[in-house]
């Protein structure tokens, strides 16, 4: 696609369930990330994957969050049972090659909601 | 700790006139330093990058300096316009080859 695009755009949960939040990078970048918006706040980075591989899964706040990504295309953010402190905008964004001179591209989120 | 402050109010400015914001670090030694733009319910746009050896940067109407011995970058809007209303995020590089840290942003109103 010509941008970088999220789904679904917004989601309400109820504490406890999973859910689900999906990238589709531009075509032919080699870098993904993720990132967590809170109101107000900055862009707290999560994930970074070069291909399918994920060298830096530092920014993950606990072992409720995992992420995978297949095909150097999609990827999956997975949260199991969702707390009400997860309800944040994620941000995805993808690189050509994941170098620092280069420019993210973000798609528009995933306004997540937990009740 | 590493941080990275910008003006923590929002700018409210006249059409015409120029925004100036501001990116401070501590504990960061960038190589690369990069704004973006962030309008409501949408990621972040960029809009310029500038290396540590470049003391300023242009484009159009924006202008980007950057000064590692103050550990500074100012961010320039000049000739504002009220489509230049947004929030405007300053990046570094995290000091290895792929990661960008982001500030707060800094939330800009333009009245006409």
């Known amino acids: 696609g010509a941008g970088v695009s999220q789904s679904p755009s917004n989601k309400v949960t109820e504490k406890g369930k999973d859910v689900e939040l999906r990238c589709d990078p531009i075509?032919?970048?080699?870098?993904l990330y993720w990132y967590r918006q809170r109101l107000g706040q900055g862009l707290e980075f999560l994930i970074y994957f070069q291909g399918n591989s994920a060298p830096d899964k530092s920014g993950l706040p606990s072992d409720r969050f995992s992420a995978e990504r297949t095909g150097e295309s999609v990827s999956t953010l997975t949260i199991q049972r969702t707390q009400q402190e997860d309800s944040a905008v994620y941000l995805c964004?993808?690189?050509?090659?994941?170098?620092?001179?280069?420019?993210?591209?973000f798609g528009s989120g995933t306004q997540l909601s937990v009740l | 700790s590493q941080k990275i402050e910008q003006n923590s109010e929002a700018l409210n400015i006249q059409e015409g006139k120029t925004a100036t914001l501001t990116c401070n670090y501590t504990?960061?030694?960038?190589?690369?330093l990069q704004w973006y733009r962030q309008d409501p319910g949408r990621g972040p746009v960029f809009l310029l990058l500038i290396r540590e050896n470049e003391k300023e940067k242009r484009k159009e109407r924006l202008k980007v300096t950057f000064d590692t011995t103050l550990k500074q970058s100012l961010f320039h809007i000049t000739a504002s316009q009220p489509a230049d209303s947004a929030t405007y995020l300053c990046?570094?590089?995290?000091?290895?080859?792929?990661?960008?840290?982001f500030g707060a942003g800094t939330t800009v109103t333009v009245r006409a």
């Open positions: 075509s032919g970048h080699t870098a």
């Open positions: 964004a993808s690189s050509l090659q994941g170098m620092a001179n280069e420019k993210l591209f």
């Open positions: 990046a570094l590089d995290a000091g290895n080859d792929y990661k960008l840290s």
């Open positions: 504990n960061y030694s960038p190589a690369y």
